[in-house]
């Protein structure tokens, strides 16, 4: 396989409750990935609105939006003018009224690919997810565009190894996880470092599958969270070849060569060396 270079870039930014100047804020930071060479740009979880699954009981509909929508438009307009993929993560209400944590992948042409709901729903002190989204319900995508082929994973999808090796398996070359998570202010980490976890699993996931990982995060304080940023994306190797800051609006790109999956993949063996036969416990347990 002859190299193939393809730029992504994260998008990660401070939120205000206010919807309609979080979406213009963000096309910007979008249109300044574009026009500095990112072929692929994928945005934070819920670009749009504050985290508000750290209430237990907010309302729903002051947050969400349809797909098609606003979002949507928007982002459509801009992806067809610069020949561009967005992934951009939502808030989304559908046709029958559920609620669902949601990607909408936007191609070049400004036409939408599969949404993907996210799948893994957690329900914890300040992170009460499942008194909002419902469990995806339309499994993982595998999204093929001009640039490579990819999937999307919803922050705590990241947790999850199993569904990285699923998407690997399916064809994935790159897996963008958008992501809100952070410290709870003025609770001490007594298990350990909660951000080097974060980082570590996903790191994990691009080794034991040899491809990229384009993680993106937010930044800033929203009322008792404080969101770490430091977005990153790494090779499959493991190895974390760019970072953005802990506490900046940022747009962090890197051009990277697709051919090296195979490669890596090659010199570890880790997917030709599999015993599927002695899997078979892992099936609904």
Request: glycine share 6%; aromatic share 12%; net charge positive.
């Amino acid at each position: 396989m002859k190299n193939k270079f393809v730029t992504v870039a994260a998008v990660q930014n401070g939120v205000s409750a206010n919807l309609e100047s979080n979406l213009i804020k963000t096309t910007k930071l979008v249109e300044q990935a574009a026009k500095n060479g990112a072929k692929i740009i994928c945005l934070q979880e819920l670009f749009r609105t504050l985290y508000f699954p750290q209430y237990k009981n907010a309302k729903k509909d002051n947050f969400s939006e349809t797909i098609p929508g606003e979002s949507t438009k928007a982002f459509s307009i801009i992806a067809k003018k610069y020949k561009v993929v967005i992934i951009v993560p939502i808030f989304e209400k559908d046709n029958s009224g559920k609620y669902h944590n949601s990607v909408v992948v936007v191609n070049i042409d400004g036409k939408l690919m599969p949404t993907y709901r996210k799948i893994h729903i957690p329900q914890d002190p300040l992170f009460y997810e499942k008194n909002y989204f419902e469990d995806g319900d339309g499994g993982y995508k595998i999204y093929k565009t001009k640039y490579g082929t990819f999937a999307v994973l919803i922050c705590y999808d990241q947790w999850f190894p199993e569904a990285a090796r699923l998407v690997k398996l399916a064809g994935a070359d790159i897996v963008f996880y958008p992501t809100a998570i952070g410290n709870i202010l003025n609770v001490k980490e007594e298990e350990g470092d909660w951000h080097d976890a974060w980082e570590t699993i996903m790191r994990g996931h691009a080794i034991a599958n040899s491809l990229y990982v384009v993680a993106v995060n937010r930044v800033g304080i929203e009322d008792k969270l404080k969101f770490w940023g430091q977005s990153f994306i790494c090779n499959p190797f493991g190895k974390i070849i760019k970072k953005a800051s802990k506490n900046k609006d940022e747009v962090i790109l890197s051009e990277i060569d697709l051919a090296q999956n195979k490669k890596i993949a090659e010199e570890w063996g880790f997917m030709r060396n599999r015993r599927t036969d002695t899997y078979k416990g892992l099936l609904n347990k």
